[in-house]
């Protein structure tokens, strides 16, 4: 039997990202138009056609696990960690007051554990493939260990998976925690996603797939959205981190309430492994699909935080949805921030709902740098915010990714009203 469906709202964020490893670093340099690009370092990418990314800066594992432990971990999962402990820090949740068995953990990743992935079968091959392999191989790649750790750590005992639909999951992870509290299967869910996919087998699989910006020699500027000299996206990495909590129970514990969680939508282009609808299906169904949610009409729409990855393809069919679904509507704001973070893969929906809720409580839209010459068919048709951040009263705000296979997830967040 159905029940009444309980409000959910947002009561804590947590950061690691290109553009700063908390929350508060991380939206001041969006806001500020900061590139978080640079030459990769993790490893030599001389041979390689896309030599840069947008890698975590600063990052100390030993700040958030006891010695000898983080090497049980992968870096995503270093990463998932080191976010939730803020989120949750940032919700001020006292677990030993709550019910631990309604407390739940749902996370996203599209590519797990590849780093430690790599690591292995390169240690197998060079080692006479001799099967020596590490006691904490298989726990390190899986997709689901952040969860399961983020659930460890705390004692939390509620509903706990992953979610993988490529660079939807996180935005996936966000939508079945809000729908499970909703329907009153958990008061609290620890939700977001985690990726660490700058390594070789990455970048030497996505340039093989031609998806890569090449602009080696203008790279901060390499990730332009909308751009009609776009190339590919900036592989990037972090994680993002948000407390769902329903309503009821962020107010019996007096939390501040961040934002609202109104409405989501899911969807498939049902067209190709990795590119998407030329026409946009997917993502106009999906948008459509939150807003019918979320009860309300394109018009109350304020921002839209868009998947925008600077691929040919994707950029262009997100435009013609979103036009199918909006209409020419000047006042409406859309920005890519992905020039400025790189694409985190599946961590990419939790990073860009941060800045949502950023952007609502601070009435701040964040810019889309580097775009000079935009689509001419779309070209005035909305507020691209480009170049700089603008000042605006936002209520409504939208987030959307999609993955290959195509796969849409959108997310819409409101200002807290009681």
Same mark, same amino acid.
């Given at each position: 039997?159905?029940?009444?469906?309980?409000? +959910?709202?947002?009561?804590?964020?947590?950061?690691?990202?290109?553009?700063?490893?908390?929350?508060?670093?991380?939206?001041?340099?969006?806001?500020? /138009?900061?590139?978080?690009?640079?030459?990769? %370092?993790?490893?030599?990418?001389?041979?390689?056609?896309?030599?840069?990314?947008?890698?975590?800066?600063?990052?100390? =594992?030993?700040?958030?696990?006891?010695?000898?432990?983080?090497?049980?971990?992968?870096?995503?999962?270093?990463?998932?960690?080191?976010?939730?402990?803020?989120?949750?820090?940032?919700?001020?949740?006292?677990?030993?007051?709550?019910? *631990?068995?309604?407390?739940?953990?749902?996370?996203?990743?599209?590519?797990?554990?590849?780093?430690?992935?790599?690591?292995?079968?390169?240690?197998?091959?060079?080692? /006479?493939?001799?099967?020596?392999?590490?006691?904490?191989?298989? $726990?390190?790649?899986?997709?689901?260990? $952040?969860?399961?750790?983020?659930?460890?750590?705390?004692?939390?005992?509620?509903?706990?998976?992953?979610?993988?639909?490529?660079?939807?999951?996180?935005?996936?992870?966000?939508?079945?925690?809000?729908?499970?509290?909703?329907?009153?299967?958990?008061?609290?869910?620890?939700?977001?996603? &985690?990726?660490?996919?700058?390594?070789?087998?990455?970048?030497?699989?996505?340039?093989?797939? *031609?998806?890569?910006?090449?602009?080696?020699?203008?790279?901060?500027?390499?990730?332009?959205?909308?751009?009609?000299?776009?190339? /590919?996206?900036?592989?990037?990495?972090?994680?993002?981190?948000?407390?769902?909590?329903?309503?009821?129970?962020?107010?019996?514990?007096?939390?501040?309430?961040? =934002?609202?969680? +109104?409405?989501?939508?899911?969807?498939?282009?049902?067209?190709?492994?990795?590119?998407?609808?030329?026409?946009?299906?997917?993502?106009?169904?999906?948008?459509?699909?939150?807003?019918?949610?979320?009860?309300?009409? $394109?018009?109350?729409?304020?921002?839209?935080?868009?998947?925008?990855?600077?691929?040919?393809?994707?950029?262009?069919?997100?435009?013609?949805?979103?036009?199918?679904?909006?209409?020419?509507?000047?006042?409406?704001?859309?920005?890519?921030? *992905?020039?400025?973070?790189?694409?985190?893969?599946?961590?990419? /929906?939790?990073?860009?709902?941060?800045?949502?809720?950023?952007?609502?409580?601070?009435?701040?839209?964040?810019? %889309?740098?580097? %775009?000079?010459?935009?689509? $001419?068919?779309?070209?005035?048709?909305? &507020?691209?915010?480009?170049?700089?951040?603008?000042?605006?009263?936002?209520?409504?705000?939208?987030?959307?990714?999609?993955?290959?296979?195509?796969?849409?997830?959108?997310?819409?967040? *409101?200002?807290?009203?009681?």
């Amino acid at each position: 039997m159905i029940k009444d469906l309980k409000r +959910v709202v947002v009561t804590g964020m947590g950061a690691i990202t290109p553009l700063g490893n908390s929350v508060d670093e991380f939206w001041k340099n969006s806001v500020n /138009g900061i590139s978080g690009v640079d030459f990769i %370092t993790k490893f030599d990418a001389t041979n390689f056609k896309t030599k840069f990314a947008a890698e975590v800066k600063g990052f100390i =594992a030993a700040d958030y696990f006891e010695k000898n432990e983080a090497r049980k971990y992968d870096l995503f999962t270093q990463y998932a960690v080191a976010a939730a402990d803020e989120a949750i820090k940032n919700a001020s949740l006292n677990f030993d007051l709550l019910n *631990k068995n309604k407390i739940g953990v749902i996370w996203g990743s599209g590519n797990g554990g590849i780093q430690t992935f790599q690591d292995q079968i390169e240690d197998f091959v060079n080692g /006479g493939k001799l099967p020596r392999f590490n006691p904490y191989f298989i $726990p390190k790649i899986i997709a689901d260990i $952040p969860s399961g750790i983020i659930s460890i750590r705390y004692g939390l005992r509620g509903l706990n998976f992953s979610t993988i639909s490529a660079c939807a999951s996180s935005n996936n992870a966000i939508i079945d925690a809000c729908n499970y509290i909703r329907l009153g299967k958990a008061d609290i869910i620890i939700t977001g996603g &985690s990726e660490a996919p700058i390594n070789e087998s990455s970048i030497g699989g996505f340039n093989a797939s *031609k998806a890569l910006s090449t602009k080696n020699e203008n790279f901060q500027n390499a990730s332009r959205p909308f751009d009609i000299n776009r190339d /590919g996206f900036v592989m990037g990495e972090g994680a993002g981190a948000l407390v769902l909590e329903s309503l009821e129970s962020a107010l019996s514990r007096g939390a501040t309430i961040l =934002a609202e969680v +109104v409405g989501t939508g899911m969807a498939a282009d049902a067209f190709h492994l990795t590119g998407t609808h030329p026409e946009g299906e997917g993502a106009y169904l999906g948008m459509l699909d939150a807003l019918e949610d979320a009860e309300i009409t $394109p018009s109350e729409i304020d921002y839209i935080n868009a998947h925008a990855t600077s691929t040919h393809m994707g950029d262009e069919s997100e435009l013609k949805a979103m036009f199918r679904v909006f209409g020419e509507r000047k006042d409406l704001n859309i920005s890519a921030t *992905k020039s400025m973070t790189g694409h985190l893969l599946g961590a990419a /929906g939790a990073v860009e709902a941060i800045l949502c809720i950023k952007a609502i409580q601070d009435s701040i839209v964040p810019p %889309t740098i580097n %775009t000079a010459e935009v689509e $001419p068919e779309f070209a005035g048709k909305f &507020s691209l915010t480009l170049g700089k951040a603008q000042i605006k009263e936002i209520n409504f705000a939208m987030s959307n990714t999609f993955g290959f296979g195509g796969h849409i997830a959108t997310t819409i967040f *409101k200002k807290f009203i009681v």
